[in-house]
């Protein structure tokens, strides 16, 4: 059994154990059932609304491949604070960029949503008036990509109805409304020559950002307090879309925001442990985001914290204690599994600082076993996360064909905690993505992490509008496009406090 070899657990525990962590084991075969079925929902989704995988259209037709050039505003909201950066792309996988901070207070985000969008548009008004941004050509408007980390309708790259708010967030009169009509008339009604182009998921910046530095992506993929990606797909492909929406000619391809955490909603293929269920049931969202609830950070503490509490309802972890924190929903964040992993040590000192000084766990209960199943826990949870994420991997490789008939690098672009800083969590998933597309595939598999898709991502998705409303319009998109806007050179950044951001 993992990490449980050297322990003097007796063979009845052990056998308890054992009995857990292969709930939590899904073989080869599995994990191949679990990628042909992604295959069907794909294609269900892109036929038609209301499947098992949303495929979002996202209107993005084509990827950057590091040469674009031109100046353009981010702006991201959804995170803990609303961003607005300067993005210079310099075209030649090299960018600058200038970025400023504002909080979001707790009234902006359950008062009105015209002050939310007001408050939106000052910041931007701020930002220009107060870094160094030489004025734009007199009927030149910046171009601005909206990363907008809430679910939406789009119907164009500037189109998007608000679904729901998420994450705190339940401004009133946003729902059912366009958020980029909403953002542009506060930005009218200032005055701000400023032109809301595109809006922008944050897998699809991730996928846009990774593509300008390093020539090409197929996926674009979190793993963060969630998980999602967002991959080219072929424009014939995706029969749901009324081919009304496009003026002139159909693009070839079209980003897909594949909304992924919802794999596996109706419960046909990925193995489940009680302590799934239960994590389920007891979430604000039951039979939802299923796939999401097996991987990212929002979820994995939580069913580790499951564990450790059926152990210790058996008596086989902490001579049967708990702490308040451990009995608490969510009381147990994926970092501390990450801290607790990265104690290599044979003691584990982390560890054990972690169950008492973050836990609350009484030192006098944490015996050399307990330290053991605490590590063996987290592995198993973590490890099964990493297998199930190789999947979507896998499933994109097929569907997009790319590593067919040639013999270059298969660049996937990431973003999130988990990913970034999980001991381990990358290697997992290059383990069972070897056997699921072979080992010379896997090799070319380069996963690499994403730079700031929702700043420097948005702005290409800027530029991507830009260069289609040139198209259309039958303009020659030239070189440098809004290069008036020079920056000094460098990264500068400013981080700005509500007393010093606009009102
Ligand atoms: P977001 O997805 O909200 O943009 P992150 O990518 O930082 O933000 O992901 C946050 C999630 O990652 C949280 O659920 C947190 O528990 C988890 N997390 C934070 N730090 C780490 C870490 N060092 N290792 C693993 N997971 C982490
Ligand atoms: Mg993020």
Redesign the pocket.
């Known amino acids: 059994m993992t990490s449980l070899a050297n322990t003097s657990l007796n063979p009845a525990a052990l056998d308890f154990l054992e009995r857990i962590e292969r709930q939590f084991h899904v073989d080869d075969a599995q994990l191949q059932i679990i990628v042909d079925q992604f295959l069907k929902d794909f294609e269900a989704g892109l036929n038609k609304n209301g499947q098992a995988l949303p495929m979002v259209p996202t209107y993005v037709t084509h990827l950057p491949d590091g040469t674009e050039k031109g100046t353009f505003l981010a702006l991201d909201l ?3 604070n609303l961003r607005v950066c300067q993005v210079t792309l310099l075209g030649n996988q090299q960018v600058e960029m200038k970025q400023s901070k504002y909080r979001v207070s707790d009234a902006l985000k359950t008062g009105e949503a015209v002050d939310l969008f007001n408050y939106m548009a000052d910041s931007v008004d701020h930002f220009l008036t107060t870094t160094d941004v030489a004025p734009g050509a007199e009927d030149e408007d910046l171009y601005l990509g909206l990363t907008f ?1 809430f679910p939406v309708d789009q119907t164009a790259i500037n189109k998007g109805k608000l679904i729901h708010w998420t ?1 705190g967030f339940m401004a009133t009169n946003a729902i059912g409304h366009d958020v980029m009509q909403m953002l542009q008339d506060a930005l009218d009604r200032r005055h701000i020559h400023v032109k809301c182009a595109a809006l922008i998921n ?1 897998t699809v910046g991730c996928l846009l950002s990774h593509a300008y530095f390093s020539g090409g992506c197929i996926l674009g993929a ?5 998980t999602n990606g967002a991959y080219v797909e072929d424009f014939t492909k995706v029969t749901k879309l009324p081919k009304g929406a496009f003026e002139g000619t159909l693009p070839k391809s079209m980003v897909i925001n594949i909304e992924w955490g919802a794999f596996d909603n109706a419960r046909k293929v990925i193995p489940r442990t009680i302590f799934d269920n239960k994590l389920d049931r007891e979430s604000i969202n039951p039979r939802f985001q299923a796939y999401e609830k097996c991987i ?6 939580e069913i580790v914290r499951n564990i450790l509490l059926y152990l210790v309802d058996n008596s086989i972890l902490f001579s049967g204690y708990s702490s308040k924190q451990l009995n608490t929903h969510y009381g147990f ?7 607790i992993e ?1 104690d290599k040590s044979d003691e584990g000192r982390t560890v054990r600082e972690i169950l008492t000084e973050k836990m609350g766990i009484d030192d006098q209960s944490i015996g050399p076993n307990d330290i053991a199943i605490v590590r063996w826990a987290c592995k198993i949870v973590a490890g099964r996360a990493a297998k199930l994420s190789s999947c979507a991997v896998a499933a994109i490789i097929h569907e997009t064909h790319c590593a067919e008939g040639n013999e270059d690098f298969l660049d996937v672009g990431v ?4 990913i ?4 381990g ?1 990358e290697d997992g998933l290059r383990e069972s993505l070897r056997t699921l597309v072979g080992e010379s595939i896997e090799k070319r598999t380069r996963i690499g992490l994403a730079k700031d898709g929702s700043g420097i991502g948005a702005a290409l998705g800027a530029l991507g509008a830009l260069k289609a409303e040139r198209a259309r319009a039958g303009v020659p998109m030239g070189d440098g496009v809004g290069l008036n806007h020079h920056l000094p050179k460098g990264l500068a950044m400013t981080e700005m406090h509500p007393e010093t951001a606009a009102a």
């Open positions: 959804g995170g803990t980390s994450k944050d979190i793993f963060g307090t969630g990212s950070g929002m979820y994995l503490g964040d994926t970092e501390l599994m990450s801290n990265s973003d999130g905690s988990l970034a800083f999980y001991p969590f």
